[in-house]
């Protein structure tokens, strides 16, 4: 098992910028697949981006395409998702996971962060 934790969360103003990171400890961080999923009250959680770890491929969902940015960097175990052009729509609570497969369904992932709030104001 996988132990995650975020921070970087908060309150910003529509159209402005956060950067979320996620740290790792347990298994070998660079044999993860990194993402980041989010969810809104009464939403499904939604799939916003991943970092794969055999090439460092990213996959963005739909909604944040061109905004989001996700990283990693393997020697201090750590993934980022760099947040821009925020929309009150990105109000969520975004979650760090961790799994295996490379896939970016909620069941390819087996390890979970606790979740930090985002607040986009309009």
């Known amino acids: 098992q996988v132990q995650l934790v975020e921070s970087g969360g908060g309150l910003v103003q529509a159209g402005g910028s956060l950067r979320l990171s996620c740290v790792a400890s347990?298994?070998?961080?660079?044999?993860?697949?990194m993402g980041w999923f989010r969810q809104a009250p009464g939403k499904e959680r939604e799939f916003v981006a991943l970092?794969?770890?055999?090439?460092?491929?990213?996959y963005y969902g739909f909604s944040v395409k061109g905004r989001f940015t996700i990283s990693r960097n393997n020697a201090d175990n750590t993934v980022v998702l760099q947040m821009n052009s925020l929309t009150p729509e990105d109000t969520a609570v975004y979650y760090c996971?961790?799994?295996?497969?490379?896939?970016?369904?909620?069941?390819?992932?087996?390890?979970w962060g606790q979740g930090i709030q985002v607040v986009v104001s309009s």
């Open positions: 996971a961790a799994g295996f497969t490379g896939g970016v369904r909620l069941t390819d992932f087996d390890s």
């Open positions: 347990g298994r070998a961080f660079s044999r993860l697949s």
């Open positions: 970092i794969s770890w055999i090439d460092g491929t990213a």
